[in-house]
T-cell receptor
Framework: NAGVTQTPKFRVLKTGQSMTLLCAQDMNHEYMYWYRQDPGMGLRLIHYSVGEGTTAKGEVPDGYNVSRLKKQNFLLGLESAAPSQTSVYFC????????????FGSGTRLTVV | AQKITQTQPGMFVQEKEAVTLDCTYDTSDQSYGLFWYKQPSSGEMIFLIYQGSYDEQNATEGRYSLNFQKARKSANLVISASQLGDSAMYFCAMREGPGNTPLVFGKGTRLSVIA
């Protein structure tokens, strides 16, 4: 099925561990985004990419790194996980169709203990 | 200052009644887009409706309509004939400028539909 696929769906990390969240889209979208969702905070932008090989910081980028080596993939890395990074992470992609906004992945629930 | 403000953390509505979810926004751009998304308990984000700043008519999509009041900078979502399946979190979001800039989301409103 066409869309945005996030892996893994769930993960528990210990403080200080590292991990990478993978986002893959098969819609040939230029733009990809990583958001985190915390209770009462809505969705906040971590990093985004406007094309292959480009990345930019969002509202809450500290503690995260990203890479977009291929157009279809957008990776979010946590080098040294902290309990404050416990959250639900959403990846999204879009193209220049203003009427539809984003296509979201199903989310990754990350718990850092 | 918040770009998107949703002042109703939670709302209840009787089944088959209409409900309005409030959203106000803050931007100095002339060109912008406003979006509403639904997040049911299963967690996925579902696009509902879009309104462009230059659109003269209010957007409608089935039972959803967007009450766009540009001078007041409000973009309220109206759901007509509420159904039990409408119980969910609803997020208002804005894209500033004419390009594909990232969406900024409000904190959401949890809607509960009562039978």
């Amino acid at each position: 099925n066409a869309g945005v696929t996030q892996t893994p769906k769930f993960r528990v990390l210990k403080t200080g561990q590292s991990m990478t969240l993978l986002c893959a889209q098969d819609m040939n979208h230029e733009y990809m985004y990583w958001y985190r969702q915390d209770p009462g905070m809505g969705l906040r932008l971590i990093h985004y990419s406007v094309g292959e090989g480009t990345t930019a910081k969002g509202e809450v980028p500290d503690g995260y790194n990203v890479s977009r080596l291929k157009k279809q993939n957008f990776l979010l890395g946590l080098e040294s996980a902290a309990p404050s990074q416990t959250s639900v992470y959403f990846c999204a992609s879009s193209y220049s169709d203003k009427g539809h906004g984003y296509t979201f992945g199903s989310g990754t629930r990350l718990t850092v203990v | 200052a918040q770009k998107i403000t949703q002042t109703q953390p939670g709302m209840f509505v009787q089944e088959k009644e209409a409900v309005t979810l409030d959203c106000t926004y803050d931007t100095s751009d002339q060109s912008y887009g406003l979006f509403w998304y639904k997040q049911p308990s299963s967690g996925e984000m579902i696009f509902l409706i879009y309104q462009g700043s230059y659109d003269e008519q209010n957007a409608t999509e089935g039972r959803y309509s967007l009450n766009f009041q540009k001078a007041r900078k409000s973009a309220n979502l109206v759901i007509s004939a509420s159904q039990l399946g409408d119980s969910a979190m609803y997020f208002c979001a804005m894209r500033e400028g004419p390009g594909n800039t990232p969406l900024v989301f409000g904190k959401g409103t949890r809607l509960s539909v009562i039978a």
